[in-house]
């Protein structure tokens, strides 16, 4: 298995609600990461899991909050989100965290839209 | 800090013709890792190739070349015989080889490749 799956590929969300991203890879890579693409941007770094302990934060809002439950599942608790987190959400894996030769793979994103 | 500059927003290319996307960085790092992804409008980032920067031979993946000149900071990408799977947007990236900065990715942003019939 070489890839990153992201469940659901479309999710939209009223203000109030609460709803998960969940990512899982099982490749046996060692980090785990959540991005924030809006159309036609790079990818925005939010979280960064390594041997699954929060090793980055962006200073993302808390409205936003990851959870690392093993070394191959990522997920993204949302609650009370604003319109402006729109985007699409980018989760990637990588094998050696820390180690220069290190590389990301990024799955297929999931679509988020905030009424 | 770390910055990469694509400088042209979009390009065109004709089927089977070759077109070079350029990319610049700026670093006062010598160890770095530097990359192209690729992102069709299906959306998925996909690793198109990948240079060391210790490593003086421009790294080739099929169709898919850099050249890489380290001393002016430049690190383009090469694709030769042009398809029409290679629309996309294309990024660069720069990684840090600092112990504490490795994590993170730092991104241009980002190119539009068109390639025409």
């Known amino acids: 298995d070489t890839e990153v799956t992201q469940t659901p590929k479309h999710l939209v969300m009223g203000m109030t609600n609460k709803k998960s991203l969940k990512c899982e890879q099982h490749?046996?890579?060692?980090?785990m990461y959540w991005y924030k693409q809006k159309a036609k941007k790079p990818p925005e770094l939010m979280f960064v899991y390594s041997y699954e302990k929060l090793s980055i934060n962006e200073s993302v809002p808390s409205r936003f909050s990851p959870e690392c439950p093993n070394s191959s599942l990522l997920n993204l608790h949302l609650h009370a989100l604003q319109p402006e987190d729109s985007a699409l959400y980018l989760c990637?894996?990588?094998?050696?965290?820390?180690?220069?030769?290190?590389?990301?793979?990024f799955g297929p994103g999931t679509r988020l839209t905030v009424l | 800090a770390q910055t990469v500059t694509q400088s042209q927003p979009e390009m065109s290319v004709q089927e089977a013709e070759t077109v070079t996307l350029s990319c610049t960085y700026d670093?006062?790092?010598?160890?770095?890792?530097l990359f192209w992804y690729k992102q069709p409008p299906s959306r998925q980032m996909i690793l198109v190739i990948r240079q060391e920067a210790y490593k003086q031979q421009n790294a080739t993946e099929n169709r898919f070349s850099v050249n890489f000149q380290k001393a002016a900071k430049s690190f383009s990408l090469k694709i030769s015989d042009s398809q029409l799977g290679d629309a996309a947007m294309y990024f660069c990236?720069?990684?840090?080889?600092?112990?504490?900065?490795?994590?993170?990715?730092?991104f241009g942003k980002g190119m539009k490749l068109t390639v025409n019939p």
């Open positions: 490749m046996g890579h060692r980090a």
């Open positions: 990637a894996s990588s094998p050696f965290p820390g180690q220069l030769t290190d590389t990301q793979y």
């Open positions: 670093t006062s790092e010598s160890d770095y890792y």
């Open positions: 990236a720069y990684k840090s080889g600092n112990q504490g900065g490795s994590e993170k990715l730092v």
